[in-house]
């Protein structure tokens, strides 16, 4: 499903130089795997799942997203490879604040050619906990409930591979886990390819697969050992 070769990142500081930010000679995810991904802060969790997810683009490196390398396409390509084949759980929700909490997990859907499924944007809030917040705009919303419908919009649209970054970074044990039973159920029973990045260790020992960012990327690595 996803299959990552000699991928590097580097940002420019203001000062011209370029740090470097990845270097990943290799990441495979199988369909309907569910993994994590760990690391402390700054190491480029976030920054690898832009890549993946077409928001960012590599300094050189193939990812190849369902047989296709999304590092080729125009940007206009990847956000429609993207809206058609990913789902991504932002770190900040990014949510649209004119539109109601059901208005944003439906817009997750009509930018794909899949048509509109109103009972499926529901039943995502409903398993949430968010069936009496339909209505809600996004600024009356909580933090953790804002978290909870960029989780369902994600799943929305029924997406191949999901990319999840601290999905339950916001909310209670009891609100986290629900999120967590949300998207594992989803992703195994639509056979989703599952990425999730996490701080809570709790969350992470559920899954079969946890990998270190400093295991596969190689400036951690260097970075570690100059620490
Ligand atoms: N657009 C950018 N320009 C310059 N530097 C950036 C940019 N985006 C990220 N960085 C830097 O790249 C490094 C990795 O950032 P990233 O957000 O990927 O880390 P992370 O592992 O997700 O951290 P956290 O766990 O705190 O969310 C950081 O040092 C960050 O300051």
Redesign the pocket.
């Known amino acids: 499903m996803l299959k990552i070769s000699n991928l590097k990142k580097s940002?420019?500081?203001p000062t011209g130089e370029r740090?470097p930010?990845?270097d990943v000679p290799q990441f495979n995810v199988a369909a309907a795997e569910q993994m994590v991904i760990v690391?402390?802060?700054?190491?480029?969790?976030?920054?690898?799942?832009?890549l993946i997810s077409g928001i960012?683009t590599p300094d050189s490196g193939t990812i190849a997203v369902n047989g296709l390398d999304i590092a080729r396409l125009s940007e206009e390509g990847r956000d429609r490879f993207r809206a058609e084949v990913m789902g991504y759980v932002f770190?900040t929700f990014n949510l649209l604040q004119g539109f109601t909490a059901l208005e944003n997990v439906i817009l997750g859907m009509s930018f794909s050619r899949g048509k509109v499924d109103r009972d499926r944007a529901r039943e995502l809030l409903r398993r949430v906990g968010l069936e009496h917040r339909l209505n809600a705009h996004p600024r009356t919303m909580s933090v953790g409930e804002q978290q909870r419908v960029a989780v369902a919009r994600a799943l929305a649209n029924r997406p191949k591979l999901l990319l999840a970054?601290?999905p339950t970074a916001n909310v209670d044990p009891a609100n986290q886990q629900s999120i967590v039973d949300l998207i594992r159920e989803t992703c195994q029973e639509e056979e989703i390819s599952l990425v999730m990045?996490t701080?809570a260790m709790e969350v992470a020992e559920q899954f079969q697969r946890i990998e270190p960012?400093e295991k596969l990327n190689l400036i951690a690595q260097a970075n570690k050992a100059h620490a």
């Open positions: 940002f420019r500081l740090m930010i990845l690391g402390r802060s700054g190491c480029g969790k976030s920054t690898l799942l832009h960012g770190q970054d601290e990045v701080h960012l």
